[in-house]
Structure formats: structure tokens, C-alpha cells
């Protein structure tokens, strides 16, 4: 699932292609993409481009005088950028034609999860957004207030949008790790140090690489986002050295999800496969990140 650091690309990307175009159409190869009835997508047929917006995992196209799009691409949508409106597919479910080029969604699988909302007014808008804390607008006090609200394993408060927003399961690993934090460490057992630690691993990871994404979009749109990139420390690596100690990195499979995280840096040498461990994911991990995403806001 694309993650804050992919998201901004597209958007920084997205700015500099469609920022004060005409929205001229927008085709949809499924009539499933849509979750909204009104207003009818038609009415923002021929609208401006007037603003563009990052909610939560979401990308929201602001449109002249007040309607907006609002696509999140789930696991498996990615957008793509051409000279000319490309024909409706399987894969390619929906094509955003503007007065300089088309921007279509192309969702790999059987399973269309990805989403398209059309709303009318900033309240609507809002009313999209899980609520989760943007830590790079926070400071220390106010993560810690998000992060020990409720008691949750690292991992699962990381990757919740109604505790944080714009983290994943890619970058909580690599937030973990470099935070030197097991993820399935309870939010109420962390120490101040800890806590302190973990919000400076989130903002810098998340710096570095929102940085490294944007600096590759200066002259190209972002065409393969992946959740696997080179350079990461642990997420996607199991089996391969750590780059802080070369220990082998593991993994915690639990239903479609997976936790990379170095034994030696984040656990203690102790590998994490046992029953107490079973237990506790059943009783805090959702089975998949499609419904973690489905919790409604409290």
C-alpha cells in the first residue's frame, strides 16, 4: 500500500502535470471504484484544478469551486501519467483526463479494493480522513499522547490511520529498526527514552525518504511505487544481513500480513514464533491491512 513517502511523490508529481488544468472527464472501467452517489461524478466535468492534498493514504484533487476527488489506492492501485487518455482495461479502472494529459489507476489482482469518493465541501472531506496524528506536524508531547492512548503492540499502533497517519506496514519496519524497538513491544511498557527514541525514528524515516521520492519525481513521474526498495534496512529483507549488525533479519507471518525486524538490534537475539506470540497477534493484529484501514473512526 502506498505509504506518506509514495503518496507525497505522486502529489509533488501531480502539482507540477495538472495543478490549474480542466478536469475534462473522468472514465471508469468499473462502476465499483465509485463508493459515492452524490454529487454525480459528472459534475466535475470541465472544473479546474485549484488544490491538491494528502488525507491520511488518500490522494485528494481539489476542484474548482469545492468539489473534490479522493482516491486511495489501497494495496495493489497505482497511478500513472500519459501524454494521451489510454484505453480502459481490467487493469486500468479508471482514467482522469485533463487539458494537459491523463492520469489513470491501474489495480493489480482479482481484488478491487481501491476507492474513489467525490465530495462537495472541506466538512466531507474531512469526514474521510481516519484521524490519525501527522507526526511530522507534531511535537514529542503530542505523539506520546496518540501512541499510549490505548495499549497496542508497536507495530499495530504505527500501521492504525486512526492513531497515525500515513504509516505502513514498509515503514513501520524500518521506523522500528531504527528505533532499535521490537514490534509487538506494548505502548504501555515503553520507557520516556523509548518513546522519545520512536518519534525521532518516524520523523526521520519518514524525512529521508519523502526526500529521496520527491528528488526522483523532479523530471519523472513516479511509475513503479513498490512497498520493497533498495536501500531499505529490514522490510522485504528476511534472510539478508542487517545493516547495522548482520544478523539475519526474520520475519513474522501472521494471515496476509508480514514483519520483517532484526533479532540482534530490535528483540534481544530472541525470535519471535511461539504461542504466547499467536495469541497476542490474533488479539491485536488485524488479519489484513485492508481491515485495519475499515475501522471506522472512534
Known sequence: MPELPDIAAYLYALERRILGANLEAVRLGTPFLLRSVKPPLVETHGR???RLRRIGKRIAIGLEPGYW????????GRLHWHKQPPKLSKRVIASFDFSTGSLSLTEAGSKKRASLHVVESEKELIGLDPGGL???EADLFAFKAALTAQNHTLKRALTDPHIFSGIG?????EILHRAKLSPIALTSKLTPAQIQGLFEAVRLTIEEWTARFIGEAQDTFPEHVTAFREGMAVHGRYGEPCPRCGTKVQRIRYADNETNYCPT???GGR??????????LREDWPRTLDELEAIKRP
Not at 506496514?169 to 519496519?173: F, T
Not at 525470535?271 to 497476542?280: K, N, P, T
Open 48 to 50: 479546474k484544478v485549484a
Open 265 to 267: 538490534c530490535q528483540t
Open 271 to 280: 525470535l519471535l514464533a511461539d504461542r504466547a506470540l499467536s495469541r497476542l
Open 69 to 76: 476527488l479522493v482516491l486511495h489506492l489501497m494495496i495493489a
Open 169 to 173: 506496514n514498509a515503514y513501520s519496519d
Open 134 to 136: 501527522e507526526v511530522m
